[in-house]
């Protein structure tokens, strides 16, 4: 009983210790994660998002693809890699599924003021003044017909990361190379390989989904990703950076079970050896 | 039995035997919180030997160090998390389970005559323990790894005259970089690792000599142990500590496995940037409690590292605080108030030591501060009082 007794004490102090340098230390640091806005309530709703994606495609072509490449509609981007980034300090990414990437409304208002849409004011494409909303409505149009369906949590990734951010641990690096990126950003981006590990799930989807409200003063654009993206580009870099948790959790239970199991053995020795001991 | 006479004549392996284990005998009146020795050499053996698999994969070299912790031994390399998991976890606990004994010693007086050695070598284990820790919190060359460095190394510079020589010796650099990675490179695997052995060694050759501590402070004479008021060590205490490593070890593992993040904080997954501070710096947890002392006198930094200074070294002189003939806390009221105070403070530093130094949260860190101290400075009241007590009595 005196033993219960002492356990329960240093159990008791573990749990208020663990209590206060875990859960409530972190508490206080961080503050509460502000819930995302997936419906991106200040964007205007008033710009069309559906037109004829024809005109779409013939408006994309004259006003678009001098920078913007469209794979899957064989579109190649009027300017090559190098010209970009002379002019640009980022590479303008291929638009191919960016129609099922981004929210629609959030599509509409950003062709028409990427700054504001961002909440980035040094954000690198110009706003296409010379675009009626009715024109806007077209473009988004053929953006939403050309793009394939269901992307993977990578695809989704490295479509809207990928411009900025490298992943080296899955290979995958930045279109803009570190130094114009330094040029643009002022920093270079962080690596994705293990943010999953660095963030909480929760902190990266309120990140991702507007940048300025966790982190003021970043240059992080607000990309104006759909809920179902940002999740899978959430699970994504949450799987990458912790590749063997089935593995570990497998094999936890075994050797807990193992542990278990020789803490019977070794209680019944114990029983044995004390019997005659007083 | 020929080969072991044949050793019992070259090496006296019979003689031994008896003198570490059959014939060494532990008092029956003790609580499990005498096991907690031998739990600190088990933690030490799981450290040792998952350290050595770290060792085969680890890169010391400030460019490569990040991504041979967290690409290489956390996904390419075969249970390679299990590993560092296992490492990080064992480092953390080690500290638990070091206050659990220290503070045992502490409530059930075992640091008093004649157990002083016995005492301060702990101590330097102690020191030494730290030290190790401290060291081979830089290597994974995260953001915390880095900032914690610089922080605690800026600390010398405060010394008088050579402080800031002393500081670029330290880090072999102005800042934290590749040269401070490899020097305490150097120590966490052999320096202090050879140390930490050898006083483990002469702390337990001391225990051996003066026979463990009980709940009441008495001691064992020879016809005790002959009468059969102790217990061997050999078979009959390490079957009882067989039981308690096992769910030791359930407890561990199970921290392993599904509950490590304490033990690897967030911020060390993104890679050191000497550009860029993050916005809360904090040492891992063990050393929470002399870092709030260290923050506490938030007014004065000097006072501030004296303190600091003095909290981490006047445990080791305990026996010499405290003169009071009786040993145990268990026969001692006026120091078990004392000695259950400063448990409470000394959680309530940790905890604190974790919080932003501001407002409210500063004042509470001077007050328990001053807590810490007042357990010591209380002791050698405590002595001449149950000093006058017991001459009154008799």
């Given amino acids: ?278 | 039995m020929k080969f072991m006479d044949w050793l019992d004549e070259r090496l006296a392996v019979r003689q031994l035997v008896k003198v570490m284990l059959t014939e060494y005998y532990v008092p029956k009146n003790i609580n499990f919180l005498w096991s907690f020795g031998v739990l600190i050499m088990l933690v030490m053996a799981i450290l040792f030997v998952s350290g050595i698999f770290l060792l085969m994969y680890y890169k010391p070299d400030a460019n490569l160090a990040f991504d041979s912790v967290n690409k290489t031994i956390m996904m390419d390399v075969e249970y390679g998390w299990l590993f560092r998991h296992t490492h990080a976890v064992g480092a953390s606990i080690m500290f638990l389970v070091l206050f659990i004994h220290m503070a045992r010693g502490i409530y059930y007086g075992s640091y008093k005559a004649p157990r002083e050695i016995v005492w301060i070598t702990g101590y330097i284990l102690f020191i030494l323990m730290s030290a190790t820790a401290f060291t081979g919190y830089l290597l994974p060359w995260g953001q915390m790894s880095y900032w914690a460095a610089q922080t605690i190394t800026t600390l010398f510079e405060k010394i008088p005259f050579i402080g800031p020589d002393l500081v670029i010796w330290i880090r072999g650099n102005y800042i934290v970089e590749d040269a401070t990675l490899t020097r305490f490179f150097a120590l966490h695997v052999m320096l202090l690792p050879l140390l930490l052995a050898i006083f483990t060694a002469i702390h337990l050759y001391a225990v051996r000599i003066v026979g463990s501590n009980n709940e009441d402070g008495g001691e064992l004479t020879k016809e005790d142990k002959k009468k059969g008021k102790g217990i061997s060590f050999w078979p009959v205490f390490m079957a009882k500590e067989f039981f308690v490593m096992s769910v030791f070890l359930v407890f561990f593992f199970y921290l392993v496995f599904y509950q490590y993040k304490f033990a690897m904080d967030q911020i060390n997954f993104i890679p050191a940037d000497y550009l860029q501070t993050p916005h809360h710096i904090y040492p891992e947890w063990y050393f929470l409690a002399f870092y709030e002392v260290l923050r506490g006198f938030f007014f004065s930094q000097n006072l501030g590292l004296i303190a600091f200074l003095f909290s981490m070294f006047i445990v080791a002189f305990l026996p010499w605080l405290d003169t009071s003939p009786i040993k145990s806390g268990k026969h001692r009221p006026l120091y078990r108030i004392m000695f259950w105070i400063f448990v409470a403070d000394f959680l309530f530093l940790t905890i604190l030591g974790k919080l932003p130094a501001t407002g409210l949260y500063a004042w509470l860190g001077f007050v328990g501060s001053i807590v810490f101290f007042i357990f010591f400075l209380a002791l050698p009241i405590i002595s001449r009082i149950e000093k006058k007590r017991l001459a009154g009595g008799m």
């Avoid at chain 1, 954000?123 to 296409?128: E, G, I, K, S, T």
């Avoid at chain 1, 900025?164 to 899955?170: A, L």
Wanted: hydrophobic share 35%.
């Fill in chain 1, 1 to 278: 009983m005196k033993e219960l007794k002492i356990l329960l004490i240093l159990i008791v102090l573990v749990l208020i210790g663990y209590w206060g340098i875990e859960p409530y230390a972190h508490s206080v640091m961080h503050g509460e994660v502000k819930q995302p806005d997936h419906t991106y309530k200040d964007v205007p709703k008033n710009i069309p998002t559906t037109g004829d994606p024809v005109k779409g495609k013939e408006l994309f072509t004259t006003n678009c693809a001098s920078c913007h490449g469209l794979k899957n509609d064989g579109v190649n981007p009027g300017m090559d890699i190098q010209t970009s980034i002379t002019s640009f300090k980022v590479v303008p990414p291929d638009l191919s599924n960016i129609g099922a990437i981004l929210d629609e409304h959030f599509l509409a208002y950003f062709i028409k003021n990427p700054q504001d849409a961002t909440k980035n004011p040094k954000f690198a494409m110009p706003p296409m003044a010379q675009l009626s909303d009715e024109d806007i409505g077209h473009v988004v149009a053929y953006l939403k017909s050309v793009t394939k369906k269901d992307l993977t949590g990578k695809e989704i990734t490295v479509e809207a990361c990928g411009r900025c951010h490298s992943i080296k641990y899955q290979k995958v690096l930045s279109d803009t190379p570190k130094e114009p990126l330094k040029e643009y950003l002022g920093k270079v981006p962080p690596d994705l390989s293990v943010i999953g590990k660095a963030k909480n799930v929760e902190y990266l989807e309120t990140f991702i989904n507007n940048p300025q409200n966790t982190l003021p003063g970043t240059s992080m654009p607000r990309l104006g990703l759909t809920k179902e993206s940002t999740e899978k580009v959430v699970t994504y870099l949450d799987q990458i950076a912790d590749p063997h948790r089935d593995q570990r959790n497998t094999l936890g239970i075994w050797v807990i079970g193992y542990l278990l199991f020789m803490a019977g053995i070794t209680f019944a020795w114990k029983k044995k050896i004390w019997k005659n001991i007083h």
